[in-house]
């Protein structure tokens, strides 16, 4: 085998053994350093906190404070309507009247003879004194006397039960009777409600629940956009077995008529202030455990990750707490960096940004 054949083989071994032992590390460590010492860009948005109310939402049911059907105490025709369906009526004026039939007569029956049994005991005292008269005779006529009165009493009675009236200031809601009905006692007249006084019905969370106390301010919001303002004065003390929900009611003193009693309304309760920001959803992450988080970016360009809790959501944004009061919120690229990993932010500062950063109230005060 001659000499340039050796060399030949002694090459192609070389070869073969540098290809199996793979790139030279240090040059890939090189590679590698000259890759960190390159910041992923990312671009931030300074984001301030600013007090927020805390609020419980919820939906109810706009209704009189007391609804009363009126009954009739006693029998007999429908004989006056005074005050007709949806009238105000003050306390104590009557709304409707039965009529006396022989009431009247009976009226003057009794007092006559109660009359007759007074002047009785009157004579038969006398006569017991000077011993003309028993014991018995005298407390027979006494009990003649407190019968003679108890049925004037109740003659009365029927006469006032003719007359029905207003239990306190109301509407009158609606009617079962007309002029010439027969009623008997335990019938149904009119129906009344105390629209001075509203109320408030609703349901609300098991979860938001204990935040709850009498005497909150509730802010509602009716079908055609008035507000009314009250205060809560019911939370009950057990929730319903099958919703797990608590009822709540508020009461309401409105300074104007409320015409849309019964209808639905939404009603909001502020149970505290607090320091929030307000973002775009889209800044949002996930950790590992599916915790919510938001990426920023501190005063040495280093990405930090912040646990946050989501409280409220508007129809551009969000409010969130867990972040410091000033911070620059990572809006784009969160995706690819890592906690502790350096970057090079640039601060965005356009209309799209700023108005992330404001609420609805704050956008609506600038562009004013």
């Known amino acids: ?55 419980i939402k919820f939906q109810g049911e706009l209704l009189p404070a007391r609804e009363v059907i009126l009954r009739s105490e006693t029998e007999g025709r429908v004989a006056e309507i005074i005050v007709d369906k949806a009238s105000s009526v003050n306390q104590g004026v009557q709304i409707l009247s039965i009529a006396l039939d022989d009431r009247k007569a009976r009226l003057e029956g009794a007092k006559a003879e109660l009359i007759k049994a007074e ?46 009236k207003a239990p306190f200031d109301s509407v009158v809601d609606d009617r079962f009777v007309e002029v010439g009905d027969y009623v008997r006692e335990g019938d149904s007249l009119v129906r009344v409600l105390d629209t001075k006084t509203l109320k408030v019905i609703g349901w609300v969370p098991q979860q938001k629940a204990s935040e709850l106390e009498v005497g909150q301010k509730v802010s509602t919001e009716l079908v055609n956009g008035r507000e009314l303002t009250g205060v809560i004065s019911y939370v009950a003390p057990q929730a319903d077995i099958e919703t797990r929900a608590f009822k709540i009611e508020a009461e309401i003193k409105p300074l104007e008529k409320v015409k849309l009693l019964g209808s639905s309304v939404s009603s909001r309760i502020i149970t505290s202030t ?24 501190n005063e040495n360009n280093k990405v930090v990750s912040y646990p946050i809790e989501v409280i409220q959501s508007e129809s551009n944004g969000i409010w969130l707490l867990g972040l410091p009061d000033v911070v620059n919120v990572i809006t784009m690229g969160q995706g690819f960096v890592l906690p502790d990993q350096i970057v ?25």
């Open 119 to 164: 002047s009785d005991l009157v004579s038969n005292r006398k006569l017991y004194k000077r011993g003309l008269l028993s014991a018995s005779q005298l407390k027979q006529n006494e009990s003649n006397f407190a019968s003679a009165k108890a049925q004037l009493s109740q003659i009365n009675n029927e006469i006032n039960n003719t007359k029905i």
């Open 274 to 297: 607090k320091k929030a920001h307000f973002l775009s959803p889209s800044v949002i992450s996930l950790d590992a455990s599916g915790a919510l988080l938001v990426k920023a970016v």
């Open 344 to 368: 090079e932010p640039t601060l965005v500062t356009d209309k799209n940004s700023t108005e992330l950063s404001e609420s609805p109230a704050e956008q609506s005060k600038r562009e004013a």
């Open 1 to 55: 085998m001659n000499k340039s054949m050796w060399v030949a083989i002694f090459l192609s071994l070389g070869l073969f053994l540098w290809v199996i032992s793979g790139p030279d590390d240090s040059l890939e460590s090189t590679n590698q350093h000259t890759e960190e010492r390159v910041p992923m860009k990312v671009q931030v948005t300074e984001s301030l906190a600013v007090d927020v109310d805390i609020d």
